[in-house]
């Protein structure tokens, strides 16, 4: 238990301090991989999978999830799972399915194409992902909607094959994770986890197909994993610690800014909760609310040391600063617990998700509302998206030319391609020229 109350423990800043912004990077700032000893054996962990393949992964498997189960875990058992939980549980998973899928519809892109004035026809054509592998984290807790929020995206694209993996420490396998990959509709599941899932997802190995993309969050061992396979498969983002950034005013209720602010701290020790106040008073009552609410938490073990190594309170004087602060950060998840968010909303710029007003806690993103909850952390929001339908298909351009296009493009290429030093490129083009 804390001797000290909380307002004396989480560090607060004042924004209008000349050194706040810069006192403030560095409480945010996190390298998902900047562990040298984690990278050798994470790069261990890549080479042994790669040149081993399934006796790596059995040997890691039991070396860092303590089992030696089979690697697969069959569709069958899927639907046993589902069958022996909750109803009340499965109907929130469907209905949660369902919400995530309507919304990431919205997201489907259409081909394109346009004639230009020479009459070239050019375009742009969508087509889904062959086989994407989907990692669904799963040392330390259990995340039923992580594979929802992974894989109704990838549906809706229509990727050919979902191949999922989880971990499962001690070889078990957690039944609602099960019954989510029958509810959205996985193809195949193994229980393996960590960088070893990661290998054999990248490589391929005599059980586990090779997948084009890996999607999905872990810890710091996935993290360092994808960012290493990367290239020879396509990932989606490289996911830290998670995030919350809750900005309050008088208008702001103080026991549900609090259990907002604990909502994101109870995933892990590294996870960080950011309070923006407009408003001194609503300042004292948060953390009053906090000290009051903190003995009840389940996970306050968590909690507190999440608090203590990674919050911050910051007093701002006006809406710009607030901006100015949340742009600076580019929070995962962003909410805005006042009456009138118009003029924040106008100058915010970077944020993973949105949750506007006092009726919309973050947790319903993590669980139901619809958008997805994987999301940019770490600041990456200044130029990453939440994962959608976009990262399950590619683009390919289409160019159909005329005749009056060879002759007049032709032209330039031949200019172009001989300024390069590129003379089969000119001449490939001036071929088509003296053709016509
Ligand atoms: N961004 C999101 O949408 C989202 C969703 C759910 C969870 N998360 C985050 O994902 C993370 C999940 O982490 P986790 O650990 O519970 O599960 P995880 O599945 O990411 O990692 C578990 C694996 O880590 C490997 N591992 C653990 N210790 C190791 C060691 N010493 N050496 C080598 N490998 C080791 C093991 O192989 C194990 O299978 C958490 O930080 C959680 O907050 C994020
Ligand atoms: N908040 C997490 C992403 O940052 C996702 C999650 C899963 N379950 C609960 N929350
Ligand atoms: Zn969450």
Not at 88 to 116: C, F, I, K, N, P
Not at 225 to 247: H, N, T, W, Y
Not at 356 to 379: F, K, M, Q
Request: glycine share 8%; proline share 5%; charged share 20%.
């Amino acid at each position: 238990m804390s001797v000290k109350p909380w307002r004396d423990v989480i560090r607060h800043l004042q924004w209008s301090d000349a050194d706040a912004p810069t006192a403030l990077a560095l409480m945010t700032q996190w390298e998902a991989v900047a562990d040298l000893q984690l990278n050798d054996t994470v790069n261990g962990v890549l080479a042994a999978v790669r040149s081993e393949g399934d006796v790596a992964l059995v040997r890691f498997t039991e070396q860092f999830d303590r089992h030696r189960n089979a690697l697969e875990i069959p569709a069958g058992e899927w639907a046993a799972a589902r069958a022996r939980i909750a109803p009340e549980l499965e109907a929130a998973l469907v209905a949660a399915g369902e919400r995530v899928r309507e919304y990431h519809q919205h997201q489907s892109a259409a081909d394109w194409s346009y004639t230009d004035a020479l009459g070239n026809s050019l375009g742009q054509r969508i087509r889904p992902l062959d086989r994407v592998g989907v990692y669904v984290p799963g040392g330390k807790a259990a995340y039923p909607s992580s594979v929802l929020m992974n894989v109704m995206p990838a549906k809706v694209a229509g990727v050919s094959e979902i191949i999922m993996v989880v971990p499962t420490p001690d070889g078990v396998v957690n039944d609602a994770v099960l019954a989510a990959a029958d509810i959205a509709g996985v193809d195949r599941v193994f229980g393996i986890g960590g960088a070893q899932a990661v290998a054999a997802l990248a490589f391929g190995t005599e059980s586990v197909p090779a997948v084009d993309k890996i999607v999905g969050p872990g810890n710091a061992y996935v993290a360092a994993a994808k960012r290493a396979v990367f290239g020879r498969v396509g990932i989606d983002m490289i996911a830290g610690p998670s995030e919350i950034l809750v900005v309050c005013d008088d208008s702001s209720n103080p026991e549900w800014v609090a259990m907002d602010l604990f909502s994101q701290a109870e995933h892990d020790e590294m996870a960080q909760s950011i309070l923006v106040s407009l408003s001194p008073r609503m300042t004292t009552a948060v953390l009053d609310a906090m000290s009051r609410l903190l003995p009840s938490l389940e996970r306050r073990e968590i909690v507190e040391v999440s608090l203590r190594e990674r919050a911050v309170i910051v007093d701002v004087a006006s809406t710009e600063q607030a901006c100015e602060l949340i742009n600076q950060v580019a929070p995962e998840h962003l909410e805005l617990c006042v009456d009138d968010s118009t003029a924040l909303m106008a100058g915010i710029r970077h944020a993973g998700a949105i949750f506007l007003g006092h009726r919309a806690p973050e947790s319903l993103g993590d669980y139901c509302a619809g958008p997805n909850h994987v999301l940019p952390t770490s600041g990456t929001a200044r130029f990453a998206s939440p994962l959608g339908v976009y990262d399950f298909v590619k683009r390919s351009s289409v160019m159909q030319i005329s005749a009056e296009g060879s002759q007049v493009l032709g032209q330039i290429a031949s200019v172009l391609g001989r300024a390069e030093g590129l003379t089969a490129h000119a001449r490939a083009a001036e071929m088509r020229l003296a053709h016509d």
